[in-house]
């Protein structure tokens, strides 16, 4: 785990990241949190991303086995449970109102967004709205920085101490290929638009 300022992510953790979204991953600062494989589980992306669109999400999960453990709880509501925990537990609300904090300080050590002045993610500081920003925290800045993100990952089914990792394919050539000639085209794309 690790808080900004992070070391520089390497061309395999962006070519695994981007396996896990789906896309190029854009604007990566670096990786906070990894399995125990050493596979990010957590990017870190720029609070401006280079168009020009501020990027509140700091800490965003990428590793799909965890995004799917997160769906799972949100599905059984522990949004619904960690909210009237919230309200019952002044102790709790306190911590998550210093996480909130904690977040903005962080994000704002690598830039200042105007736009994004006060917004962290997840719901914070008095909402539960999204375990997946929530968990990525946790991972982030260590167990005791965020309650809520605490108790999804002790709900959670998946754990960065036993790697479940799937072959990203990121040490075939190919793919390695095909990644730089994706973001190549999007980017002309973008200068077209
Ligand atoms: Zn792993």
């Known amino acids: 785990m690790s808080r900004p ?4 992510a390497s061309e ?4 695994i990241v981007s396996a896990q979204l789906g896309r190029p991953a854009r604007d990566v600062v670096g990786i906070p949190a990894r399995c125990v494989c050493g ?10 991303l280079s168009d020009g669109t501020p990027f509140p999400t700091l800490y965003y999960l990428t590793h799909p086995v965890a995004t799917a453990a997160m769906s799972f709880l949100e599905a059984a509501q522990l949004m619904v449970e960690c909210t009237e925990l919230l309200a019952s537990d ?8 210093r996480a909130h904090l904690d977040y903005l300080a962080d994000r704002e050590s690598i830039a200042v967004v105007p736009e994004i002045a006060g917004i962290s993610a997840g719901g914070m500081p008095t909402r539960v709205k999204c375990l997946h920003s929530l968990a990525a925290h946790s991972l ?24 479940r990792c799937p072959d990203y394919g990121v040490d075939d050539v190919d793919d390695v290929d095909d990644v730089d000639d994706s973001d190549d085209a999007d980017a002309a794309t973008e200068a077209r638009a």
């Open 90 to 97: 002044p102790e709790v609300a306190a911590a998550y109102e």
């Open 39 to 48: 596979a990010p589980t957590v990017v870190a992306t720029a609070p401006r």
């Open 12 to 15: 395999r953790d962006i070519r």
């Open 5 to 8: 300022p992070f070391e520089p």
């Open 140 to 163: 982030s800045a260590g167990p005791g920085e965020n309650p809520i993100g605490d108790i999804a990952l002790e709900r959670s089914t998946w754990t960065p101490e036993v790697c």
